[in-house]
């Protein structure tokens, strides 16, 4: 099933099917593949680009979703409680130089970055 999107409507139109399909029929496998390349053709010939995080939150949840990783095993794979991330994820706590270094180390995300961000 081949499709092309020409307009922004359309676009849009194509998300929020593909959005249902995911959340309630992802037995559509052929549906979701289809809408998702269309999507993607018309993100890359229009010239969507995705923003780059601009906090060390984002920058752990995007490294979350590019590893598929749930918190749960990003904590395990970092060394710390599952706690003290969802501190760090939800604002309440700063990183600490030995999160920083298990950031660098765990991730390759680079020291210039967390520090930047922290």
Do not use: F
């Not at 706590?93 to 950031?103: S, T």
């Amino acid at each position: 099933m081949t499709r092309t999107l020409h307009t922004e409507k359309e676009y849009q139109a194509a998300m929020t099917r593909l959005e249902y399909l995911i959340d309630h029929e992802p037995g559509s496998l052929d549906e979701i593949k289809a809408l998702g390349h269309a999507a993607n053709e018309y993100e890359n010939s229009h010239g969507h680009r995705p923003v780059a995080p601009t906090s060390l939150v984002g920058i752990l949840e995007r490294e979350m979703v590019a590893r598929h990783l749930k918190k749960q095993e990003l904590a395990a794979l970092l060394g710390v409680a599952n706690s003290r991330l969802s501190e760090v994820l939800n604002g309440k706590r700063a990183i600490n130089l030995d999160l920083a270094k298990r950031l660098h180390q765990k991730l390759g995300i680079s020291a210039e970055l967390i520090l930047e961000h922290a």
